[in-house]
Structures are given as structure tokens and as C-alpha cells.
């Protein structure tokens, strides 16, 4: 991991992801590029040629001000962006996304993180990205990142995504446990089956990065997510998003969804 964007507006969500950030660039040896996308779309060109312009300047000096502060206090290489556009900011931070290692964004609360999974916003563009991005909830301060706990139904997909996630823990030298949601309705065939399973992952995955892997019984999947996470408080979830039709999408979808309602800690999404 090399280069890292952080999206701001300035508010104060976006300062603690700024923050976030910064440490993580120090920890990892990253430069870190703060983005500010300044929207033309409804803009006059009276006030384009006015004060338009002294806004984008004051929005600069703004941003370029904070940025050599942010790599003052972190010791960090740390440069500033600010974009005047007349296309979607969603699409603005998509396409820069895509020439960065990382993208850490703020969240708010329950509402971004639902409005990532299921919404049509900023969010749901980055998620089109394969940029991988981690979103920080508000007043979330930044701290080691050694244990990650990655939730994904490899029972059901036969398969398992890991391979950007794999480059994020190395580089921080973290471990990763995978976590299988089984019915709370015990089966032995399914049982054998993931026993099976993850044997198979297990040779599939090099030597320099194994894999640990723990099982929960429950009807409730995104309540038994998060309450494992709460019990053993690992230092971030991950998940992946992947490419699915519309009938499929619906039943992963919800259980993301459903987690994103109730989290208050690091989530790290990648594409499959």
C-alpha cells in the first residue's frame, strides 16, 4: 500500500477519517492525497466568473493549509486535491479512486454505512470502484490493526475472495479469521462439508499468510456478526462486495445492509 485518498467537505466526520488516515499513512509508510470535489452543476457561469472562483480559492488555500498541518504533525508526504466539476461528485471520487491503493471515508453513523450498501450516493459509487475502501465512523480513533475479522458465506459461494484483503493485513502485519454463519439447526453433512471446505482453502492459501477460521450457529447472520464482533472485538470487519445479479443481490445485500445499521467500528470493503 502506497498511496491512500481521503475525500473531505470539511465536516467534522471527514476530519476524524483525515485523521484516521494520516496515522494509518505513518504506520504503513504511505503519502496520503486529501480530495475536496467542489460542485459546478448548478452553478451560473455569472457566478462561475465571480465568486465562484474566490470560493474554489478560499476551498484551496483551505485545503492545502490543512494538508501541510496533517504531514507536519504525522510526518507523512501529504498533498491536496480540490476539483471544481460540473459531473456527479460520486463519480469524480470513483474515477480518482481507482489510482489509489486505499480510500478511507467518514461515516456518520448507521445512515452513511446503509446509504454505502443500498443507496445511490457517493458510496454506492465507490463501491462500484475496485479500489478497496474503509469507512471510519464518526470520533473513531485510529488504533492497531492486527486482528480482522472477515464475514463471508464461503460454505454457500464454494469460494473465497481474499486477495486485496491479504494485501491490506500483510502490510500491517495482521491476521485475518474468517467467520462461517451456519443455521442454528445443527446438520452433520454441513458440518462435514465445511470441515471439507476449509481444508481446501487452507492448501489454497500461502504459507506466509494462513488463515484462521471460526463458526457461529445462527438464524439472525448480520445480529450474530455483530455480536461476535462486540465479544471478541477484533479491530475491523471486513467484507466484499460482489458482482451478482438482481435476484442474487437481494438476500446478500440485506444481511450487509443489516450490519451497517448497527456497527460502530472499521469496516474495509473490497470487490470480489
Not at 457561469?45 to 483551505?62: M, N
Not at 492459501?205 to 461476535?228: C, E, H, M, W
Not at 460482489?242 to 448497527?262: A, G, L, P
Request: net charge negative; charged share 25%; with cysteine.
Amino acid at each position: 500500500m502506497k498511496n491512500i485518498l481521503c475525500p473531505t467537505d470539511f465536516s467534522s466526520t471527514s476530519l476524524d477519517a483525515i485523521a484516521y488516515a494520516a496515522k494509518l499513512a505513518q504506520v504503513t509508510h504511505s503519502e496520503l492525497t486529501l480530495l475536496n470535489v467542489q460542485s459546478l452543476f448548478d452553478v451560473t457561469p455569472v457566478e462561475i466568473l465571480t465568486g465562484k472562483q474566490y470560493s474554489i480559492k478560499a476551498t484551496t488555500d483551505r485545503l492545502h493549509a490543512q494538508c501541510r498541518e496533517v504531514g507536519k504533525v504525522y510526518k507523512i508526504v501529504c498533498t491536496a486535491e480540490v476539483e471544481p466539476t460540473y459531473r456527479k461528485l460520486s463519480a469524480v471520487i470513483r474515477d480518482k479512486a481507482d489510482h489509489f491503493d486505499l480510500v478511507v471515508m467518514g461515516s456518520n453513523g448507521p445512515d452513511d454505512l446503509y446509504q454505502f450498501f443500498w443507496g445511490t450516493n457517493t458510496y454506492n459509487a465507490l463501491a462500484k470502484s475496485r479500489t478497496p475502501l474503509l469507512l471510519i465512523p464518526e470520533s473513531y480513533l485510529y488504533g492497531e490493526i492486527k486482528h480482522v475479522l472477515y464475514a463471508f458465506d464461503y460454505l454457500r459461494e464454494r469460494k473465497l475472495p481474499i486477495g486485496p484483503l491479504q494485501n491490506f493485513v500483510k502490510t500491517l502485519n495482521g491476521e485475518v479469521t474468517v467467520l462461517q454463519v451456519m443455521e442454528e439447526a445443527y446438520s452433520k453433512k454441513a458440518d462435514e462439508d465445511l470441515k471439507e471446505l476449509q481444508f481446501i482453502l487452507q492448501t489454497r492459501q500461502p504459507d506466509d499468510f494462513p488463515l484462521k477460521y471460526t463458526t457461529i450457529r445462527s438464524d439472525d447472520v448480520a445480529g450474530s456478526i455483530n455480536q461476535y464482533i462486540l465479544e471478541k472485538k477484533p479491530d475491523l470487519l471486513a467484507l466484499c462486495s460482489q458482482n451478482r445479479n438482481f435476484i442474487e443481490s437481494m438476500y446478500h445485500k440485506s444481511v450487509i445492509k443489516d450490519i451497517s445499521t448497527i456497527c460502530d467500528y472499521p469496516v474495509f470493503v473490497f470487490r470480489e
